[in-house]
């Protein structure tokens, strides 16, 4: 049966806000959107409420969840990766799977709807994939010597064939980064993404590290692929960024690339590619970065740029409410109403996934907001108001999360 739902304003993020209206949910899908509410039978009352589309999370790593306030910024991204690695490798299944749940919990009450999240245990999926989630789920894969990319294509390959979808979700690849992943690895992974049709992920000059890896060898990142066993000794420097570098493999159509904080001389190829960048604002904060995504410029060249929180080895929270706030400190140039886009239409756009705005046909992947008799607008300033922990209403596929507490 079809649900009404009145509301006192209505952002669909793919035209003006709508006052004092009505919107019509069935069977998961928007149905109708009217101006004028019609009689009361069977409606939800939200007419104190602001609704608009559920966020989505372009990138996340849930699995690292458990990891939360055990890491500190250090002084080298390297020394970060080598803390890292031993507290990841020593948490048990059940600890992880207890932060994978309480992430869930905190994205859904700050409003999350959609997830990209990369996932570097399989069996980790049906847990990921039964949180509820519109989401694409990144198979992440690490392998710097040339010798194992194909035994571990051919291994991702049968994830790829066996996994049982549900509706909600869908798989995706995801080579971890350009100074941990071989070329052979990356051509491999990019075949299997068009074979199987994967939304494609990849961190993206993140470090300066990494640039120089890649245009002169830096040792640092050598250095530890060498302790983890993993330098291949026939590798040499493309002697290219790493946007161009990605560029030359063949690889950089409609990749999501998250992170892209040094990439001032790859515009131009970003923007032929129409490459989807994720800003990850907490996590940039987090880090201390003070050179980070050129967001404004990206926005100006026509590119979609997404919101990630990634995890919480780099963030001390997934309440995507923060993010926002943080996007807003950041990105003095960007407009709120932008950063709301960014937040909804772009990251659904960036993943393929059906939401992001509300619109006839669309799926009802909705969150709404409680607000004053008194509140005037802009409707956009809403969400990033400072007292606002969670959302007041929250919806994906036409279905309302009881269990969150979330009315
Ligand atoms: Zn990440």
Known sequence: ?????????????????????????????????????????????????????????????????????????????????RALIPLNSTLDSESRVRGIRAGAKVMKRSGVTGLGDFVAEPELLPVIGGLGFRSVLFLETIGFHSEKALELSKNLEEVLKRECLSPLYQLGLAPHAPYSVSPDLFRHLAALAEKYHCPFSCHVAEIKEESRFLVIGDNSLEELLKERFAWDPEWQPPYKTPMQYLYALGILDRLIAVHCNFVSDDLDIMEEKKISPVFCPKSTEWFGRTQFMPVRTLLDRGMSVALGTDSLASNDSLNFLDELRMADKLLPDVSRREILTMATRFGGEALGLECGTLALGQKADLIGFRVPRSFSGPWSDVPFESHRREVDFYMVDGQRDAGLGVK
């Open 1 to 81: 049966m079809a649900l009404k739902i009145k509301f006192r304003a209505l952002l669909t993020m793919c035209g003006d806000p709508i006052e004092n209206g009505e919107l019509i949910v069935d069977d998961g899908n928007i149905v109708e959107i009217a101006t004028t509410p019609s009689n009361n039978e069977g409606v939800l009352d939200l007419s104190d409420c602001l609704l608009m589309p559920g966020f989505v999370n372009a990138h996340c790593h849930l699995g690292l969840t458990a990891l939360e306030k055990k890491l500190s910024p250090s002084d080298s991204f390297v020394d970060w990766i």
